[in-house]
């Protein structure tokens, strides 16, 4: 399936990755675009800036658990593909507060796939077999690694989190649908993303800040968790291109093959920074004299890795970014736009 004259239907468009996604749709390709989103504390059209003004961008206030709303935009705006981004997404608020994220993650899943079936069967033929479900999840359904296993599609279910299990019981959905009526569904799993527009409760945004304000780099327990880390351009190319590319009812890991701990990551940020600014207080010599151990919180998995040997070889998807291009982008994106930050 081509992209280019494509009409995509984007749920969550204005968050962090799935403006991502819309700037390179906008950007790459010749096809147009429906922002669906919310807009809640984590989204913001400031991230789709640059796309505005382009005349295949559209947006549309919305909520994915409106299905009246959902009818009425997906009817009249006719999309060939629909990707699902929207979904509350930051484990710690998952654990305070878990209904929104059963609310969001998990009926207004059932409601996208609801409408999305209803409007897929009223098409033609030929339209039906052109048309696609992509629903972006995370590599935590599968819970916590040990030693040097890695996370592969055929990886068994253990979430760990409120959060982790409400996308568990997406996915299950997603299948299900796929299964059970035959919607033409793709499902994909990624490691921890990071670049631009990023909201400061994620690690690596929240580190930025904390040291340009000299506040406590807080970090749970020993700093020793490891996660695999994935350029939000990165991955926005690899959905586009799974779309277009991948085998239905399919299921994809999307990783950066970026093995670090928390503290690995801290420390990595600390220099670029110390480099980049240099810490302002006299008593201050590094950024990593900010650095300070918390008690861990409940259920923190210990290690998280995927396999992208599926994509790599189905799709021809490699990341562009290492770590180390990736972070010093966004670390240089945050100092060039501390008033996005601040606001």
Known sequence: MKQDGKKYFITGGAGFIG??????????????????????????????????????????????????????????YQPDVVMHLAAESHVDRSISGPYEFIRTNIL??????????????????????????????????????????????KTAYDPSSPYSASKASSDHLVSAWSRTYGLPVLITNCSNNYGAYQFPEKLIPLMIFSALSEKPLKIYGDGMQVRDWLFVDDHAEALCRIVTHGKIGEKYNIGGHNEKTNLEVVYSICDLLDELHPPKSLKLSTYRNLIEFVEDRPGHDQRYAIDATKIQKAIGWLPHETFESGLRKTVEWYLKNTDWCNK
Do not use: Q
Request: proline share 1%; glycine share 6%.
């Open 108 to 153: 207004g899943t059932f409601e996208m796939l609801d409408v999305t079936l209803r409007f897929w069967n009223s098409l033609s033929i030929h339209k039906k077999e052109t048309f696609r479900f992509l629903h972006i999840s995370t590599d935590e359904v599968y819970g916590s690694l040990d030693g040097t296993e890695l996370f592969t599609e």
């Open 19 to 76: 403006s991502a996604v819309a700037r390179y749709l906008i950007g790459s390709t010749l096809c147009d675009i429906l922002v669906y989103d919310k807009l809640t504390y984590a989204g913001s059209l400031e991230s789709l800036s640059e796309v505005a003004s382009s005349p295949r961008y559209r947006f549309v206030h919305g909520d994915v658990c409106d299905k009246e709303s959902l009818w009425k935009v997906i009817e009249e």
